[in-house]
């Protein structure tokens, strides 16, 4: 087994983290002695003001006009469950793609329950919405890139598509945020976590809401404003986020989007699409294997999906790991897109190269693959 780990499920969360986040986060657990809106002595104020600098941090880097309707939350399953029952109600009818993770899918099968009408999109050759033909509905729900294929979607040309018919756009950013360039301007929705191409630590994401979009309270507690009142404050962000943020994770989520700032994105997208050349044009000159999605590179996110006829995935991932090689097997949270791929259920390997993935680092995995397969065969 090798020394060095070489990681590569990125998909799942960012690893390694850079300095500056790392640095970030125990800053504010080390020096940050407050709580923001609980109390008016310097450390209290000192989280208020980093905790409203992030907003605006996040606010520029995805276009979004109003920093303080960004609601932070501990992951983008929370965000979207924020979003989807608290903007979608009995009689509304609302369309998700065939590629959502389960974070879409259990929260928007559960409104069923109350009286949403709920249906799958038409959909491209990808699984994602059909820009040309979207539905009559009032809701649309969608990754903007897939977990499973990497399907990258034009997300300006869909908000665009969405405004003329009058359907509100709840876009899940989770696997393309901070890899791929996102002006978000345009989308009612957006919802991010932290943890994976934003570089921040585990444990937070955000939701912003447009301007119009109101959506129910979701948590009661305490805020920190109008203490008063029985009721949650009607301002925003307070509303939305009830009881002691996560001061830490806010901080490291801001040191990540502000590192990527630096590189820039995209340089950080012009490195991954060459990883992924090399990754795809390998594993394609592998007898017995199969990779999925989309078949150019602009079109993919960060990330590969296979399997190995005779093999199952969590064998080939197995044996990766006992090389040193990290990957990540199984149906990843969104059995519809196996279902719609083929791959339904024994699910597949994915391959999640990150920003500090090297070359090499992929030509290790291509010949630990190599010596899997002849093993095997």
Same mark, same amino acid.
């Given at each position: 087994?090798?020394?060095?780990?070489v990681?590569?499920? *990125?998909? $799942?969360?960012?690893?390694?983290?850079? $300095?500056?986040?790392?640095?970030?986060?125990?800053?504010?657990?080390?020096?940050? $002695?407050?709580?923001?809106?609980?109390?008016?002595?310097?450390?209290?104020?000192?989280a208020? !003001?980093?905790?409203?600098?992030?907003?605006?941090?996040?606010?520029?880097?995805?276009g979004?006009?109003?920093?303080? !309707?960004?609601?932070?939350?501990?992951?983008?399953?929370?965000?979207?469950? @924020?979003? @989807?029952?608290?903007?979608?109600?009995?009689?509304?009818?609302?369309?998700?793609?065939?590629?959502?993770?389960?974070?879409?899918?259990?929260?928007?099968?559960? +409104?069923? *329950?109350?009286?949403?009408?709920?249906? %799958?999109?038409?959909?491209?050759?990808?699984g994602?919405? &059909?820009?040309?033909?979207?539905?009559?509905?009032?809701?649309?729900?969608?990754?903007?890139?897939?977990?499973?294929?990497?399907?990258?979607?034009?997300?300006?040309?869909?908000?665009? =598509?969405?405004?003329?018919?009058?359907?509100?756009?709840?876009? &899940?950013?989770?696997?393309?945020?901070?890899?791929?360039?996102?002006?978000?301007?345009?989308?009612?929705?957006?919802?991010?976590s932290?943890h994976?191409?934003?570089?921040?630590?585990?444990?937070?994401?955000?939701?912003?809401?447009?301007?119009?979009?109101?959506?129910?309270?979701?948590?009661?507690?305490?805020?920190?404003?109008?203490?008063?009142?029985?009721? /949650?404050?009607?301002?925003?962000?307070?509303?939305?986020?009830?009881?002691t943020?996560?001061?830490?994770g806010?901080?490291?989520?801001?040191?990540? @989007?502000? %590192?990527?700032? +630096?590189?820039?994105?995209?340089k950080?997208?012009?490195?991954?699409?060459a990883?992924l050349?090399?990754?795809?044009?390998?594993?394609?000159? /592998?007898?017995?294997?199969?990779?999925?999605g989309?078949?150019?590179?602009?079109?993919?996110?960060?990330l590969?999906?296979?399997?190995?006829?005779?093999? &199952?995935?969590?064998?080939?991932?197995?044996?990766?790991?006992?090389?040193?090689?990290?990957?990540?097997?199984?149906?990843?949270?969104?059995?519809? =897109?196996?279902?719609?791929?083929?791959?339904f259920?024994?699910?597949?390997?994915?391959?999640?190269?990150?920003?500090?993935?090297?070359?090499?680092?992929?030509?290790?995995?291509?010949? $630990?693959? !190599?010596?899997?397969?002849?093993?095997?065969?």
């Amino acid at each position: 087994m090798r020394n060095k780990l070489v990681y590569l499920d *990125n998909a $799942a969360t960012s690893h390694p983290k850079p $300095a500056t986040v790392i640095n970030a986060v125990g800053k504010a657990i080390a020096g940050i $002695a407050g709580s923001p809106g609980r109390g008016g002595h310097k450390g209290s104020l000192a989280a208020a !003001r980093m905790m409203f600098s992030a907003r605006e941090t996040i606010a520029e880097f995805f276009g979004l006009s109003c920093p303080e !309707r960004i609601v932070f939350t501990r992951n983008a399953t929370e965000g979207l469950n @924020i979003a @989807i029952k608290g903007l979608i109600h009995a009689g509304h009818k609302v369309a998700i793609s065939r590629l959502e993770h389960n974070s879409v899918i259990r929260p928007i099968m559960a +409104r069923k *329950n109350v009286g949403v009408d709920v249906d %799958y999109a038409p959909c491209d050759n990808n699984g994602l919405p &059909d820009i040309v033909n979207l539905p009559d509905v009032d809701y649309l729900v969608t990754t903007s890139a897939s977990n499973v294929t990497g399907a990258v979607i034009n997300t300006q040309a869909l908000a665009s =598509a969405c405004r003329k018919k009058n359907i509100k756009l709840i876009l &899940d950013a989770a696997q393309s945020a901070g890899s791929i360039p996102l002006n978000a301007k345009d989308v009612d929705v957006l919802v991010c976590s932290g943890h994976k191409g934003l570089l921040g630590p585990q444990g937070i994401g955000f939701v912003y809401f447009a301007p119009g979009m109101e959506p129910d309270c979701f948590l009661e507690g305490g805020t920190g404003s109008d203490s008063e009142s029985e009721r /949650m404050p009607d301002i925003w962000p307070d509303k939305f986020e009830a009881g002691t943020p996560n001061v830490p994770g806010v901080a490291g989520l801001k040191a990540g @989007i502000e %590192y990527i700032k +630096r590189m820039p994105v995209a340089k950080i997208r012009q490195k991954e699409l060459a990883t992924l050349k090399l990754l795809i044009s390998n594993l394609k000159d /592998m007898e017995g294997v199969t990779v999925y999605g989309p078949g150019k590179l602009s079109s993919r996110a960060g990330l590969v999906s296979f399997n190995v006829a005779g093999i &199952d995935p969590s064998i080939i991932a197995d044996e990766l790991d006992s090389q040193g090689v990290a990957v990540r097997a199984g149906l990843h949270c969104a059995p519809e =897109a196996h279902k719609f791929i083929g791959s339904f259920p024994q699910g597949s390997v994915r391959v999640s190269p990150g920003p500090f993935t090297a070359l090499k680092d992929i030509n290790i995995f291509i010949e $630990a693959m !190599r010596r899997i397969l002849k093993k095997k065969r």
